[in-house]
């Protein structure tokens, strides 16, 4: 029955396909993220301030904190949504029509002349003939006689060093490690073979040592170890003072105080002051 087969289609297969939607940049992009101002800061955020609060404050990267679950807030503000970045290239070549009507054929820039560089050698030779010696003389003569080299003469001079056919370029390859020997501890069974055959060479250096007799003493050791005796001269007393002891005996026993002025007398010759009893003389 043709009634049935046609009421046995799908009636949406006839129907127009929409076409797709186009959207644009702005629709599909986020908008940029713009600094914080305070009109965007609500209780409770980590950028919430006591006391004057300014929208510079939250335009200064070391003053603004990142929100928990948020990326940290840029205090650079970003043109609008009509601001294209990138660089634009002006078309100056005037498209196809432009370059198949005509060519543009850029003319070469002349090249300045390359200064050559002077030839003292030559110069300082020519001097020396002429019989100039003095500063001003060879100044003046370069004056007169400038002498230029030119490059072309130099790289002829120049020949290229002389290589060995079978000669091999780069570094050299490091040597495989002996896994081998480290497994065996092969190093440690050197070193201890090495320090065996060290003390073996010191005992017999120490068994073939010849025992030397006394050594004589001469000039300059007698004159270090001699020690210049000291001259002590009695203090000065008034006559009517020579009989009196002393009052104030800071000594617990005699020996103390003879043992005392003993060493003071040793060192009496290495130190300063009138009594010698200041610093010592010598570092």
């Excluded at 054929?105 to 003292?120: A, D, I, N, W």
């Excluded at 080299?149 to 490091?174: H, V, W, Y």
């Excluded at 003071?264 to 130190?271: D, L």
């Amino acid at each position: 029955m043709p009634e049935a087969e046609s009421s046995g289609k799908d009636p949406t297969r006839w129907k127009k396909k929409k076409k797709p939607v186009r959207r644009t940049v702005s629709q599909i992009c986020p908008p940029p993220r713009r600094p914080l101002t305070v009109a965007d800061i609500r209780p409770g955020m980590e950028n919430q301030r006591l006391g004057v609060v300014r929208d510079s404050m939250f335009q200064n990267p070391l003053i603004v904190k990142a929100e928990l679950g948020k990326p940290r807030e840029r205090s650079c503000s970003l043109p609008g949504i009509d601001f294209n970045y990138g660089l634009y290239i002006r078309g100056l070549d005037g498209g196809v029509p432009e370059a198949i009507g005509h060519w543009n054929v850029y003319k070469q820039q002349p090249t300045c002349p390359q200064e050559l560089t002077r030839s003292y050698i030559a110069m300082n030779r020519g001097a020396v003939k002429a019989g100039l010696v003095t500063a001003r003389e060879n100044i003046l003569y370069r004056r007169l006689n400038d002498i230029r080299i030119s490059d072309q003469d130099d790289r002829r001079l120049k020949e290229p060093p002389a290589i060995p056919p079978n000669m091999t370029f780069g570094i050299r390859a490091r040597p495989s490690t002996p896994f081998f020997d480290l497994l065996q501890h092969r190093y440690q069974q050197l070193w201890v073979q090495e320090q065996r055959a060290a003390q073996k060479a010191i005992k017999l250096e120490k068994k073939q040592k010849v025992v030397l007799g006394k050594y004589c003493e001469t000039r300059g050791s007698l004159l270090r170890k001699h020690k210049p005796p000291v001259m002590l001269d009695t203090l000065w007393r008034m006559p009517h003072f020579q009989k009196v002891g002393p009052q104030l005996d800071t000594f617990s026993t005699e020996a103390d105080r003879q043992r005392a002025f003993k060493a003071h007398r040793e060192e009496h010759a290495v130190r300063q002051g009138t009594l010698r009893m200041g610093n010592y003389t010598h570092p």
